[in-house]
């Protein structure tokens, strides 16, 4: 696995990164936008491909980001009013509402946790290199002795055989956010944050704490602050620019 999110099947197009998708949702959700047109696809598709993330690898293709609007469109007209659940199949919806909350949280009722988590999006780590991917699709679920639930998840871009067993506790929690040259005042030394970490071995999004900061004076179209941060796994620090680093959500 890597962390480009590139597709092991032998698919035509490559596949989206987390920092991409994540734009599409935020661009679907605009109004006034003809998300379905040439033009807009095309633009989107460069920015995409432009990113230095995906240097070495295969261009986004307009057509490709037009599917996605369409299917996801497609799959919000396609959604029913109401739902089974079916025994043993993870609806994590509901599932994360009722192992989600703790004592120091408010109790809601059931019907409220559900609709506040219908929503989201999710990233779960691998235990095969502990780094966060996208979770595209949750399989099942189920109980150990220890009374933890665990789910079966299908990262985005991969195939069946990167399918993984994931603790909801530990290893599942809503998606981190890319941010904008314009928003890097939201990030602040001790935060916790999902870094792009890039060696001669991987590609990857870790976790990382912010421990320095040197702001630059800037506009809202590019930051040119510095942020150092220290990985969480081994604890190497390193200092990366904006574009590599996704906030959690509060």
Same mark, same amino acid.
């Given at each position: 696995? &890597?962390?480009?999110?590139?597709?092991? +099947?032998?698919?035509?197009?490559?596949?989206?990164?987390?920092?991409?998708?994540?734009? +599409?949702?935020?661009?679907?959700?605009?109004?006034?936008?003809?998300?379905?047109?040439? #033009?807009?696809?095309?633009?989107?598709?460069?920015?995409?491909?432009? =990113?230095?993330?995906?240097?070495?690898?295969?261009?986004?293709?307009?057509?490709?980001?037009?599917?996605?609007? $369409? @299917?996801?469109?497609?799959?919000?007209? /396609?959604?029913?009013?109401? =739902?089974?659940?079916?025994?043993?199949?993870? *609806?994590?919806?509901?599932?994360? /509402?009722?192992?989600?909350?703790?004592?120091?949280?408010?109790?809601?009722?059931?019907?409220?946790?559900? /609709?506040?988590? =219908?929503?989201?999006?999710?990233?779960?780590?691998?235990?095969?290199?502990?780094?966060?991917?996208?979770?595209?699709?949750?399989?099942?679920?189920?109980?150990?002795?220890?009374?933890?639930?665990?789910?079966?998840?299908?990262?985005?871009?991969?195939? &069946?055989? *990167? #399918?993984?067993?994931? &603790?909801?506790?530990?290893?599942?929690?809503?998606?981190?956010?890319?941010?904008?040259?314009?928003?890097?005042?939201?990030? &602040?030394?001790?935060?916790?944050?999902?870094? !792009?970490?890039?060696?001669?071995? *991987?590609?990857?999004?870790? #976790?990382?704490?912010?421990?320095?900061?040197?702001? $630059?004076?800037? #506009?809202?179209?590019?930051?040119?602050?510095? !942020?150092?941060?220290?990985?969480?796994? @081994?604890?190497?620090?390193?200092?990366?620019?904006?574009?590599?680093?996704?906030?959690?959500?509060?």
């Amino acid at each position: 696995m &890597n962390g480009s999110g590139a597709t092991e +099947m032998g698919d035509e197009f490559p596949e989206f990164t987390l920092s991409e998708i994540v734009k +599409m949702e935020k661009l679907f959700k605009q109004e006034g936008v003809d998300r379905s047109s040439r #033009d807009f696809c095309q633009e989107v598709a460069a920015r995409f491909s432009g =990113s230095r993330y995906r240097r070495g690898q295969s261009c986004i293709k307009w057509e490709q980001v037009q599917s996605w609007f $369409q @299917d996801k469109q497609g799959r919000l007209t /396609a959604e029913p009013t109401t =739902s089974l659940i079916v025994p043993g199949e993870f *609806h994590p919806s509901l599932e994360l /509402a009722i192992v989600s909350t703790t004592p120091e949280t408010p109790l809601k009722s059931k019907a409220e946790r559900i /609709a506040s988590l =219908s929503e989201l999006m999710f990233e779960g780590r691998s235990s095969r290199d502990g780094a966060w991917y996208d979770v595209a699709a949750f399989l099942s679920y189920r109980v150990l002795c220890s009374g933890e639930l665990e789910v079966r998840v299908r990262f985005a871009g991969f195939s &069946n055989l *990167h #399918d993984e067993w994931v &603790n909801v506790k530990r290893g599942l929690r809503e998606r981190s956010i890319p941010l904008e040259a314009s928003e890097c005042d939201r990030v &602040n030394v001790g935060d916790l944050v999902l870094c !792009f970490r890039e060696t001669d071995d *991987h590609a990857i999004y870790c #976790d990382a704490h912010i421990v320095g900061i040197q702001r $630059q004076l800037h #506009d809202f179209t590019s930051c040119k602050c510095i !942020f150092l941060v220290r990985y969480v796994c @081994d604890r190497a620090e390193e200092t990366v620019d904006l574009t590599r680093i996704c906030r959690r959500p509060a």
